[in-house]
């Protein structure tokens, strides 16, 4: 029989140390049954020993099932990414006796296959005597709040994407009101760096411009309050950009859920808007002052009723209206307009064409009175509304003047016609004893027997009846051409035959006062494209003139010559002068020099006018100079020259005239009866043959059985004027193609023109020379060239 052992009854150290470990084994039950996490406990060897309830329905091992099995078949892990079989952190703890931390990669699969994405973290357990007896495994599921930080990463990855396209700043804050991003228009606006910026608290930023604390309240509350920011106005003179007014707008996102994280932060520069606005208040307040100040009427209405919604207070003194009564009334209502179809017709024409304007509105106030205005509207718009602005002047002053201006400027058109008619007078009546004069001088050259005295008398005669015929034409001259009625007859001419014509014309002058005339042209001709008789015309004023103010025996010098694209023509004198007080107005109207009452040389101040104008109508200029009294003066003309003629040729001689055939029947008509007497004894001296007639009627008598070759009619006849004698002529039988000649004192374009349409063949201003008449009988009355 076997000897049976007995035991050994413990020692007191180990039963403390047996009491020890129950004692730690049920504290580590408790606080392992009562945790929130799972927890595994497991022997040194890696069997578990338990496992509490979180535990079991993570793995889905039951703890009695679990207990003695290894650690690594109930707490089945991979690596999250790899998915690869790791160690886990209570093997390590086990074998290096260390507390191992949590790692968030690891995922688990349960005993039925599901897997959990779980943190884990392992202890080792010590006896008393400090030897690792077990470990402790900690884990907890995290699918749930892994999910919940990819959402809050996806969410932050869109709305990165949306920021950065934005073209106003924006900051996305997480729930602590940290930068998590910013998109370039924020580092534009702020010129911030990112460094600046990401990562940092939003009252951080800058230089705190940020830390208002009722901003940085509203945005706390967002998150759990779901409280949007709109609007939330900053002023702050900001460190790189000066002063700005900012407008800052808030909101969670996503904008609903417990798992919004995020806010977005806008930030909207209204600096400009604020300037602009202050400007439209500025203007808005110098505007009402205006309205308010303006001495014109200025009513503002409705442009869709037209009823009348402002007045201003010019507007109450001009009709007597208190501003209320205004309000809410049309324009006829207040006196505008003659009634209500006419007032509304206005406005719709101002809506149509968005303007209208009446310079004379007949207005009436509300005491009856008739005022006369200037009415303009137009419309626009006022904060997107459109409005009419009508602003209205009394003009009834300015009208009534007006009327007066208008009323003088008839009459002075009246007084012009009538000095144009009384020039036209004059010069007829200055022009008819003229004529008979001249005739009766000319008649006397004739005779065989004068004596010196006799010829002196005479040559004194007909050198005045001259000068008086060419005051008339003067006169005349400048009427036509201040009034534009003068029509340049511009051919291409050489220059050098005008000079020599002007030459010949003031001769007899310049040999009266015993003048030495110095002439210098050149020998290639100047070729000009010009009106000869107005050229001529210009040259002998010029020499007149010099002549007239030349003491006798002085001397006169004329130049002529081309300079580039001109031609220089120059009258100097050795006589008065010109004061520098005068020279200025030297070519003016009537100006003259001298206005003493000695006045031998003196004329009508018309000459040197003429001058200047002419010479303007041909694209040229004149100039006067002079070094003062008794210095001499100087003329010089500048015109413009063909510097390519078409044509070189030289002037083809003027055909000798031939004389009329003697014998030749002559009419004379004239209600003058010395001008019509002496001439018709001048015809018959010259070997023709001369009736005379008094009047209309009896110049038709005689012509009808006399059978004129031709007719010197005068204009201004009694009973029948001139012009119907010369219709009435060529009615007579045989005398459908006599000759007329116009012989009048009348010589205005409009005198010439209707001498033309009454079929007059020539038409002469008294008095003429003798000598042309003989010309006009030559040219007339010659027989046709028959040579081939």
């Known amino acids: 029989m076997p000897t049976v052992t007995e035991p050994e009854s413990p020692t007191p150290e180990g039963l403390q140390l047996a009491d020890a470990l129950l004692e730690q084994k049920e504290w580590l039950r408790i606080t392992l049954a009562t945790t929130a996490d799972a927890a595994i406990t497991a022997d040194a060897s890696g069997r578990v020993t338990s496992l509490n309830s979180v535990a079991e329905s993570l793995t889905g091992w039951r703890s009695d099932d679990a207990a003695g099995v290894l650690l690594v078949e109930v707490f089945k892990i991979v690596d999250a990414t790899s998915r690869n079989p790791i160690e886990g952190p209570a093997l390590r703890a086990l074998r290096e006796g260390v507390v191992v931390g949590l790692a968030n990669h690891t995922l688990l699969i349960a005993r039925d296959g599901t897997e959990w994405l779980v943190e884990d973290s392992a202890a080792p357990v010590r006896n008393p005597a400090g030897a690792i007896v077990g470990v402790v495994?900690?884990?907890?599921?995290?699918?749930?709040?892994?999910?919940?930080?990819?959402?809050?990463?996806?969410?932050?990855?869109?709305?990165?994407?949306?920021?950065?396209?934005?073209?106003?700043?924006?900051?996305?804050?997480?729930?602590?009101?940290?930068?998590?991003?910013?998109?370039?228009?924020?580092?534009?606006?702020?010129?911030?760096?990112?460094?600046?910026t990401v990562g940092r608290s939003l009252q951080e930023l800058g230089d705190g411009q940020w830390g208002i604390p009722a901003l940085l309240a509203l945005l706390t509350k967002q998150i759990p309050e779901e409280i949007d920011v709109h609007d939330f106005e900053v002023e702050r003179d900001f460190p790189e950009i000066g002063f700005r007014n900012m407008l800052l707008n808030a909101r969670r996102f996503p904008p609903e859920g417990e798992n919004s994280t995020?806010?977005?932060?806008?930030?909207?520069?209204?600096?400009?808007?604020?300037?602009?606005?202050?400007?439209?208040?500025?203007?808005?307040?110098?505007?009402?002052?205006?309205?308010?100040?303006?001495?014109?009427?200025?009513?503002?209405?409705?442009?869709?009723?037209?009823?009348?919604?402002?007045?201003?207070?010019?507007?109450?003194?001009?009709?007597?209206?208190?501003?209320?009564?205004?309000?809410?009334?049309?324009?006829?209502?207040?006196?505008?307009?003659?009634?209500?179809?006419?007032?509304?017709?206005?406005?719709?024409?101002?809506?149509?064409?968005?303007?209208?304007?009446?310079?004379?509105?007949?207005?009436?106030?509300?005491?009856?009175?008739?005022?006369?205005v200037e009415f303009v509207s137009n419309i626009y718009s006022v904060e997107g509304n459109l409005v009419a602005q009508c602003n209205i002047r009394d003009i009834?002053?300015?009208?009534?003047?007006?009327?007066?201006?208008?009323?003088?400027?008839?009459?002075?058109?009246?007084?012009?016609?009538?000095?144009?008619?009384?020039?036209?007078?004059?010069?007829?009546?200055?022009?008819?004893?003229?004529?008979?004069?001249?005739?009766?001088?000319?008649?006397?050259?004739?005779?065989?027997?004068?004596?010196?005295?006799?010829?002196?008398?005479?040559?004194?005669?007909?050198?005045?009846?001259?000068?008086?015929?060419r005051l008339v034409d003067d006169l005349l001259e400048i009427s036509r051409i201040t009034t534009?009625?003068?029509?340049?007859?511009?051919?291409?001419?050489?220059?050098?035959?005008?000079?020599?014509?002007?030459?010949?014309?003031?001769?007899?002058?310049?040999?009266?006062?015993?003048?030495e005339l110095t002439v210098a042209q050149p020998t290639e001709p100047i070729w000009l494209h010009a009106d000869s008789t107005r050229l001529e015309q210009v040259l002998v004023n010029l020499l007149n003139n010099a002549a007239k103010y030349t003491e006798e025996g002085g001397r006169i010098w004329l130049d002529v010559r081309q300079e580039g694209d001109e031609m220089v023509l120059s009258v100097t004198d050795s006589g008065d002068g010109i004061a520098a007080e005068v020279l200025p107005r030297v070519f003016d109207l009537f100006s003259q020099a001298d206005r003493s009452l000695d006045r031998s040389q003196g004329g009508l101040g018309i000459g040197l006018a003429l001058v200047q104008r002419l010479v303007e109508m041909h694209r040229g200029t004149v100039m006067a100079h002079s070094a003062g009294p008794g210095q001499g003066s100087e003329f010089v003309v500048r015109l413009p020259v063909l510097l390519s003629p078409e044509r070189k040729s030289k002037p083809i001689p003027a055909k000798p005239v031939d004389q009329a055939a003697p014998g030749s029947r002559i009419l004379v008509v004239d209600d003058n009866e010395d001008s019509a007497d002496m001439l018709a004894k001048l015809l018959e001296r010259s070997g023709h043959e001369a009736r005379t007639a008094y009047t209309g009627p009896e110049a038709l008598d005689i012509a009808a059985g006399y059978m004129p070759d031709l007719v010197l009619l005068d204009i201004g006849l009694p009973e029948i004027d001139g012009y119907e004698v010369a219709r009435r002529l060529r009615l007579i039988p045989g005398l459908e193609q006599i000759k007329i000649v116009a012989m009048t004192g009348y010589g205005q374009d409009t005198d010439i023109r209707l001498a033309q349409e009454a079929g007059f063949d020539s038409h002469q201003v008294k008095p003429i020379n003798f000598a042309r008449v003989l010309e006009l009988l030559a040219t007339m009355l010659s027989p046709p060239d028959t040579k081939a």
Not at 162 to 191: Q, W
Not at 300 to 325: C, Q, R, V, W
């Open 137 to 196: 495994l900690i884990f907890r599921d995290i699918t749930e709040r892994r999910r919940r930080e990819q959402a809050a990463k996806q969410a932050l990855d869109f709305v990165k994407e949306i920021v950065t396209t934005l073209r106003e700043p924006f900051l996305v804050l997480d729930e602590g009101l940290r930068v998590r991003t910013a998109n370039d228009a924020y580092y534009r606006a702020f010129r911030v760096s990112g460094d600046e």
């Open 262 to 372: 995020l806010i977005l932060l806008a930030f909207k520069d209204i600096t400009d808007r604020k300037r602009s606005e202050a400007a439209v208040r500025g203007s808005e307040l110098r505007y009402r002052r205006l309205f308010q100040t303006a001495k014109d009427g200025i009513l503002i209405l409705d442009a869709d009723t037209g009823k009348i919604i402002d007045a201003n207070p010019f507007m109450s003194g001009l009709l007597g209206y208190e501003h209320d009564e205004f309000l809410g009334e049309e324009l006829w209502q207040i006196g505008l307009f003659k009634d209500k179809d006419e007032s509304r017709a206005a406005y719709r024409e101002l809506k149509e064409k968005a303007y209208i304007r009446y310079d004379h509105l007949p207005l009436k106030t509300k005491g009856g009175q008739e005022v006369e």
């Open 396 to 469: 009834t002053d300015r009208s009534r003047l007006e009327r007066k201006t208008h009323e003088q400027a008839t009459a002075l058109a009246d007084l012009h016609r009538r000095k144009d008619e009384f020039l036209a007078m004059l010069s007829h009546e200055l022009r008819n004893p003229l004529s008979p004069i001249l005739n009766a001088v000319q008649l006397l050259r004739l005779q065989d027997d004068e004596g010196s005295l006799q010829k002196e008398a005479r040559n004194v005669i007909e050198r005045q009846v001259g000068h008086m015929a």
């Open 484 to 515: 534009g009625r003068v029509r340049l007859q511009q051919e291409r001419l050489d220059a050098r035959g005008i000079v020599e014509r002007a030459i010949e014309s003031a001769r007899p002058l310049i040999a009266r006062r015993r003048h």
